[in-house]
Structure formats: structure tokens, C-alpha cells
Nanobody, 117 residues
Framework: QVQLVESGGGLVQAGGSLRLSCAASGSIRSINAMGWYRQAPGKQRELVAR???????NYADSVKGRFTISRDNAKNTVYLQMNSLKPEDTAVYYCNVMRVTTPYNYWGQGTQVTVSS
């Protein structure tokens, strides 16, 4: 099994910054990718950013140029640096791990990010 511990959420003014962290432990081998998703009230969960084992990245169009995903292999941790935050970034953010074997997906508990105008 994989355990995920998230941190870094909070309340911030528009234009501010936050950094989310997600530390993975347990059966962390065979992880194909790690990333961040978010879900706002009344909306579907959407991909925010993702980084693969080969260190390739992809971002939602809405966050390109503002968010940066990175990983620290020694700490088995993935980060999401969020700059120039907007009210529409308000959501619960979930860390996600994709493995090459079943179960394929693991999810963190979620951390609330609230951006005020």
C-alpha cells in the first residue's frame, strides 16, 4: 500500500502564494506518476499538474505559468508551488499517485486552498 501525507493548504489573498507538499511512503516502488488534482464545490475533480517518473510534466491550461510541480526523490515527496493565486483556484487539492500495478491509484486526504478577493 501507499500512504500519502499532504500539507500546505490554507487561506491566502488573491495574488499570493502557497506550496503544497505530498510525501509518499509504503510501496512507493513502481510509481509511474504523481500529481495534484482539485475539486471545487459543484464541480468535477480536475487535473492540476502531474509529473512522471521520467520527470516530464503537464499542467492544466488554467495554471500554466503560475504553478510549478516538482519532486524530491530522496524524500519521496512531490510539491506544487502555486503563485499568483486567483479566487477560481479555490478548491480541495488532492495528491494522487499512479502505479503500474493494481491498485493503480492512491489519493491523499485533500487539503483546502481558499483564495479570497
Amino acid at each position: 500500500q501507499v500512504q500519502l501525507v499532504e500539507s500546505g493548504g490554507g487561506l491566502v489573498q488573491a495574488g499570493g502564494s502557497l506550496r503544497l507538499s505530498c510525501a509518499a511512503s509504503g510501496s512507493i516502488r513502481s510509481i509511474n506518476a504523481m500529481g495534484w488534482y482539485r475539486q471545487a464545490p459543484g464541480k468535477q475533480r480536475e487535473l492540476v499538474a502531474r509529473i512522471t517518473s521520467g520527470d516530464s510534466t503537464n499542467y492544466a491550461d488554467s495554471v500554466k505559468g503560475r504553478f510549478t510541480i516538482s519532486r524530491d526523490n530522496a524524500k519521496n515527496t512531490v510539491y506544487l508551488q502555486m503563485n499568483s493565486l486567483k479566487p477560481e483556484d479555490t478548491a480541495v487539492y488532492y495528491c494522487n499517485v499512479m502505479r503500474v500495478t493494481t491498485p493503480y491509484n492512491y489519493w491523499g486526504q485533500g487539503t483546502q486552498v481558499t483564495v479570497s478577493s
